[in-house]
């Protein structure tokens, strides 16, 4: 038979690894709260010759041949007291050709600049690509 004692310690245990494992999922659930979203168009041309197009409002490629590459850049700024982390996402067929960093973790205050290649492999069709770059901002931990 158990005694009073071995009762008390087991309860206290288990009291113990409960709170734990809510502690623990109430810190998942706060560090996957959104800040903010921003989304990017994203256009590419795949072509027989080069040339750039200077949009403002989207990440443009212009056309690149098929083993070339052309490059552009974004800025993420935390305007956050605290530390947060930009999760960067590709949608659409553009997707396959582009090469970038996908998670920047940012102290308060900071501004960091990404770079995002095109790169066209020598097999590439020609054609007209395009997506949205996806940046999602989250509190970093």
């Given at each position: ?12 245990v ?17 560090s ?16 027989n ?61 900071e ?15 020609y054609g ?14």
């Amino acid at each position: 038979m158990q005694k009073k004692g071995d009762k008390v310690y087991y309860l206290v245990v288990l009291i113990f690894i409960i709170s734990l494992i809510l502690f623990l999922a109430l810190l998942n659930v706060r560090s996957n709260v959104i800040l903010d979203k921003n989304k990017v168009h994203v256009k590419l041309n795949i072509g027989n010759s080069s040339g750039f197009d200077v949009n403002e409002t989207a990440l443009t490629f212009g056309t690149i041949t098929p083993g070339s590459s052309a490059q552009r850049s974004i800025v993420v700024e935390n305007n956050y007291n605290f530390p947060i982390k930009s999760i960067l996402k590709i949608k659409g067929d553009v997707a396959e050709y582009l090469i970038f960093e996908n998670i920047v973790s940012l102290d308060a205050g900071e501004k960091e600049i990404i770079s995002v290649a095109a790169v066209a492999p020598q097999d590439a069709s020609y054609g007209n690509y395009s997506g949205i770059l996806e940046v999602v901002f989250k509190r970093a931990f």
